[in-house]
């Protein structure tokens, strides 16, 4: 009999001490936590997608990329599936951040160089040739090339009129923070609908491969105690306590300890 392989919550589970994280592997395993698919099979997709790409100038680059990703567009009909990789590839429409980890990853298993934003919304990508000609590409509306003005006009859309452009904002993200920022996407949706036995796997799956985050473990704690499971807030919560950096937070947080485990006598 064949000994059956890790599971994806395994292999999650595995990249917790890992520096380095693949993405697109990353994005996967976490797919199929909900929606079982071929791991291997979607990353020789991706392959097949970098495989046509050809251009030498960043601009050309990004023309390459539309034409090939073209396919791809942005979820209109908000379906809970689009921050799903398998589904996406499946169904070529995902969500402003599941687009934005498609055009990077092809771009990249096309050998160029190219990176993710911290700039607020959409998950920008920024492309670089090799004589160091930059530009940044908006994959959510088919990957147009953003002027300075439109990349402050978004800024002031998403974070109000007396936001500024600033050298922050062009940071590059980590493969770990750009996963964390599909699935808090995903989070987010299912809050809003009132799903909070949803938001809380997802925070837990994203826990799997990034224990560090603190602030997860606060979530976790919180989205327990609304669903009245009080053994695993404090589980959560205790973890937060241990690993958080604010003074203030913790002891706010091992009063709210104190105040659950009262309500357990």
């Known amino acids: 009999m064949a000994v059956p392989g890790p599971t994806p919550r395994d292999r999650l589970t595995r990249l ?3 520096a380095h994280v693949e993405l697109a ?3 996967l395993l976490l797919a199929a936590l909900d929606r079982p698919g071929p791991v291997d099979g979607a990353l020789a997709a991706l392959d097949r997608m970098a495989a046509v790409l050809t251009a030498e100038t960043a601009n050309g680059q990004a023309e390459a990329l539309a034409a090939a990703l073209g396919g791809f567009r942005l979820d209109e009909q908000d379906d809970d599936n689009s921050a799903n990789l398998f589904w ?3 169904h070529h429409r995902g969500t402003p951040e599941a687009l934005g980890l498609l055009w990077l990853e092809v771009a990249r298993r096309a050998g160029w160089n190219a990176e993710a934003l911290t700039f607020p919304g959409c998950l920008l990508v920024r492309l670089e ?4 000609q930059r530009v940044i590409v908006d994959p959510a509306v088919g990957g147009p090339i953003l002027a300075p003005w439109q990349l402050r006009a978004q800024l002031k859309a998403m974070a109000g009129l ?8 062009f940071a590059p993200l980590s493969n770990r923070d750009i996963l964390l920022r599909l699935q808090n996407e995903v989070k987010l949706r299912a809050l809003r609908s009132g799903r909070v036995a949803q938001a809380v796997a997802i925070v837990e799956a994203m826990l799997l491969f990034a224990p560090e985050q603190a602030g997860l473990w606060r ?3 919180m989205m327990h105690m609304r669903l009245d499971d009080l053994p695993a807030a404090i589980a959560a919560l205790e973890q937060f306590v241990a ?5 203030p937070a913790r002891r706010r947080t091992q009063a709210l300890l104190q105040e659950i485990r009262a309500r357990m006598i």
């Open 16 to 18: 917790a001490g890992c």
């Open 25 to 27: 592997e990353t994005a």
């Open 88 to 90: 996406m590839l499946d």
């Open 129 to 132: 040739d090799d004589s160091g």
């Open 162 to 169: 007396a936001a500024e452009l600033e050298p922050s904002l």
């Open 219 to 221: 979530e976790a704690g």
């Open 243 to 247: 690993r958080s950096g604010n003074s």
